[in-house]
């Protein structure tokens, strides 16, 4: 079965950028649509990007123009690039591979000065 390992988390000030990952133990960027989640204590799941297979992009209007979603296939390894982020943004990061129940395990994203 096919696991997701994200990385990246951490603290940052408001307006400050970090970059999570999310390592596929197999090549499945070329076969499913992938996808990051974030959530916050008492809430549901919120959709944050998704990227297709042919490279296509959509994001949440909460993130669009500040949140990249990218990938390497040949490196099983998909991002999400934060910039310009708000306290807002404080969330656990998911990855999940399509439609699918398969998660990663999260990441802590916390914005504070």
């Known amino acids: 079965q096919v696991q997701l390992v994200e990385s990246g988390g951490g603290l940052v000030q408001p307006g400050g950028s970090l970059r999570l990952s999310c390592a596929a133990s197999?090549?499945?960027?070329?076969?499913?649509?992938m996808a990051w989640y974030r959530q916050t204590p008492g809430n549901q799941r919120e959709l944050v990007a998704t990227?297709?297979?042919?490279?296509?992009?959509n994001y949440a209007e909460a993130v669009k123009g500040r949140f990249t979603i990218s990938r390497v296939n040949a490196k099983n390894t998909m991002y999400l690039q934060m910039n310009s982020l708000k306290p807002e943004d404080t969330a656990v990061y998911y990855c999940r591979l399509g439609g699918t129940r398969i998660w990663g395990q999260g990441t802590q994203v916390t914005v504070s000065s």
């Open positions: 197999h090549n499945v960027f070329t076969i499913y649509t």
């Open positions: 990227i297709t297979i042919n490279g296509s992009t």
